[in-house]
């Protein structure tokens, strides 16, 4: 915390002086030297990392801003630190940190020295967006944001000047798509037209971020260029390449029904591109004949597309009727018959409890999955446990939707055979869930039961619910279980003693200050005060 608030008190104007002792200085070999090393920042060194953007050395200055263009999100991170105190005080310096470092670059970009001016221009975009971001576009968000040095990018390349369009361009042709993401996104509407034979040859580039940002600028005559240049990545052989294309197809189509109707001699990736297209055009003439039409589609994605638009809002399509939805639950898609078993469940009550039964019997983990969501969502989950527990064993991810069944009392004579059951997949549930009540009496005999297991989940969740069950039985048992352990159980194990207030001893944490893993270290740090606040009883 010292060196976090030297930097504090260096960076902002005004602030005492006395602090700067602790930054460390640097003679101008030693800074050429820096700035060439990729050794890890520290905190301290960040003052001087900053001071050598304001150097009169033109090189030093260039040297500096190609050092933050790479190695920002370092020097923020170190900034931030692991310490889970203290937020205010470390997002606020972050932030000054970012608007320093930006500020200071974006100055350069005024440099009268044109190779000066150009870096600062480059390294601009490079602290800017991240090029992952279009790829796949749904990850294009704010949350965390004020916190890197994109918002302050943006601002500062808005202000570039209409003058600079020819060099903006040029540091576009960066070899970086984070550079050329940036830099196209400041050039103008004119200009992006003039360069669209360029992005038509990014397309084919064999970086996946090129051929993105080709995606996010490329602009279509017609539906015919739009098939012809955007069509080919609606079948890329990465997934968030075709998650771009398909972005770009929405935007770009504008014959809908013509495309629809000339779908047969187009890829699935463009057929599902369509359903896709059609499913979001909700006031569209024979929307739903349409996507109907679509459930016979030979290819399992585009049939689902459909059938997701056809169950989709309130109420589903009239024209999706019961008899087409029995037919769709035995798909051999597996996304396919999950949509459809859950539809079907809500509109078929007769036959729901035989329809969730089969499909927690199914080889699908997404099948399974839904019958399992569909079986707490009509609290049939203890009158079909044994279905259930099938399904566990062969495997469900989302097991927690499946709380009742080791919570509910009535199931408390199958415990005992579920938590020393062979099959690992069970024990991980049962651990899991079965505390779900909260009712420690009853699941702290089954949770000890567990602390010999060999299985790292089941440990884990093992000493989570040892934690909430709390008491110096179950202090002791997490105790067992981090002697034995290394790495993130460890861990675990130590954050999961600071949980267990009055009990946890100071002689049994002690050992682990010393540890040579830093998460240990710090758990171990963290689980001391909790002691200290709440001494053993």
């Known amino acids: 915390m010292r060196g976090r608030l030297a930097f504090l008190l260096v960076l902002i104007?005004?602030?005492?002086?006395?602090?700067?002792?602790?930054?460390?200085?640097?003679?101008?070999?030693?800074?050429?030297?820096?700035?060439?090393?990729?050794?890890?920042?520290?905190?301290?060194?960040?003052?001087?990392?900053?001071?050598?953007?304001?150097?009169?050395?033109?090189?030093?200055?260039?040297?500096?801003?190609?050092?933050?263009?790479?190695?920002?999100?370092?020097?923020?991170?170190?900034?931030?630190?692991?310490?889970?105190?203290?937020?205010?005080s470390r997002s606020g310096s972050v932030i000054q940190l970012c608007e320093k470092v930006v500020g200071l670059i974006e100055k350069a970009v005024s440099d009268p020295d044109r190779a000066t001016s150009l870096e600062a221009?480059?390294?601009?975009?490079?602290?800017?967006?991240?090029?992952?971001?279009?790829?796949p576009p749904v990850g294009r968000c704010g949350n965390g944001m004020e916190f890197t040095f994109e918002p302050y990018v943006t601002i500062a390349l808005s202000k570039i000047e209409p003058s600079r369009q020819a060099d903006m361009e040029a540091v576009s042709q960066d070899p970086d798509p984070t550079v050329g993401l940036?830099?196209?996104?400041?050039?103008?509407?004119?200009?992006?037209?003039?360069?669209?034979?360029?992005?038509?040859?990014?397309?084919?580039?064999?970086?996946?971020?090129?051929?993105?940002?080709?995606?996010?600028?490329?602009?279509?005559?017609?539906?015919?260029?739009?098939?012809?240049?955007?069509?080919?990545?609606?079948?890329?052989?990465?997934?968030?390449?075709?998650?771009?294309?398909?972005?770009?197809?929405?935007?770009?189509?504008?014959?809908?029904?013509t495309a629809f109707q000339g779908r047969a001699k187009r890829s699935a990736g463009v057929r599902?591109?369509?359903?896709?297209?059609?499913?979001?055009?909700?006031?569209?003439?024979?929307?739903?004949?349409?996507?109907?039409?679509?459930?016979?589609?030979?290819?399992?994605?585009?049939?689902q597309e459909a059938l997701s638009w056809l169950c989709r809002g309130d109420s589903s399509s009239p024209e999706l009727t019961l008899v087409r939805l029995r037919s769709l639950v035995v798909d051999p898609e597996g996304r396919v018959r999950a949509t459809a078993l859950q539809e079907l469940c809500e509109r078929d009550e007769a036959n729901r409890k035989q329809l969730i039964r089969t499909g927690l019997a199914d080889e699908d983990r997404d099948?399974?999955?839904?019958?399992?969501?569909?079986?707490?969502?009509?609290?049939?989950e203890v009158e079909l446990t044994d279905a259930v527990v099938?399904?566990?064993?062969?495997?469900?991810?989302?097991?927690?939707?499946?709380?009742?069944?080791?919570?509910?009392?009535?199931?408390?004579?199958?415990?005992?055979?579920?938590?020393?059951?062979?099959?690992?997949?069970?024990?991980?549930?049962?651990?899991?869930?079965?505390?779900?009540?909260?009712?420690?009496?009853?699941?702290l005999p089954r949770y000890l039961r567990l602390v010999n297991d060999s299985d790292f989940e089941v440990l884990r969740a093992t000493v989570y619910g040892l934690a909430d069950c709390g008491g110096a039985e179950a202090v002791s048992a997490i105790e067992t279980i981090?002697?034995?352990?290394?790495?993130?159980?460890?861990?675990?194990?130590?954050?999961?003693?600071?949980?267990?207030?009055?009990?946890?001893?100071?002689?049994?944490v002690t050992p682990y200050l010393e540890?040579?893993?830093?998460?240990?270290?710090?758990?171990?740090?963290s689980l001391l005060k909790a002691i200290s606040q709440n001494p053993p009883q």
């Open 515 to 525: 540890s040579s893993q830093n998460e240990v270290r710090k758990a171990a740090k």
């Open 272 to 303: 599902l591109a369509i359903a896709t297209k059609i499913g979001n055009e909700s006031g569209f003439a024979g929307r739903s004949h349409m996507l109907v039409e679509l459930l016979d589609d030979p290819v399992g994605s585009v049939r």
């Open 482 to 508: 981090a002697r034995r352990s290394q790495g993130d159980l460890l861990v675990e194990a130590l954050r999961s003693l600071g949980h267990t207030k009055g009990f946890a001893d100071v002689a049994f």
């Open 182 to 257: 940036n830099a196209l996104s400041h050039v103008s509407k004119d200009r992006i037209q003039a360069l669209q034979p360029r992005f038509r040859k990014l397309l084919i580039n064999p970086d996946k971020y090129w051929r993105a940002v080709a995606l996010d600028f490329i602009k279509s005559a017609n539906d015919a260029d739009l098939f012809r240049t955007v069509g080919p990545l609606l079948d890329d052989p990465d997934e968030d390449v075709r998650s771009s294309a398909s972005w770009a197809f929405q935007d770009g189509l504008q014959d809908l029904r």
């Open 390 to 443: 099938g399904a566990i064993e062969k495997g469900m991810d989302d097991d927690w939707m499946v709380c009742a069944v080791f919570s509910c009392p009535l199931n408390d004579n199958k415990l005992d055979g579920w938590v020393t059951s062979d099959n690992v997949n069970l024990r991980r549930a049962v651990a899991l869930n079965m505390d779900c009540e909260k009712d420690a009496k009853r699941v």
């Open 13 to 88: 104007p005004g602030a005492c002086v006395a602090a700067q002792d602790t930054a460390v200085r640097w003679t101008r070999h030693q800074l050429v030297a820096r700035l060439a090393s990729s050794t890890p920042i520290s905190v301290n060194e960040i003052p001087g990392l900053i001071d050598a953007l304001k150097s009169p050395d033109r090189a030093i200055r260039r040297a500096a801003m190609r050092f933050w263009a790479v190695r920002g999100d370092e020097a923020r991170e170190a900034l931030w630190g692991d310490d889970d105190e203290d937020t205010d």
């Open 367 to 380: 099948v399974r999955t839904t019958a399992g969501w569909c079986c707490g969502h009509w609290s049939l």
């Open 121 to 135: 221009l480059r390294d601009l975009c490079a602290l800017g967006t991240p090029v992952s971001v279009i790829c």
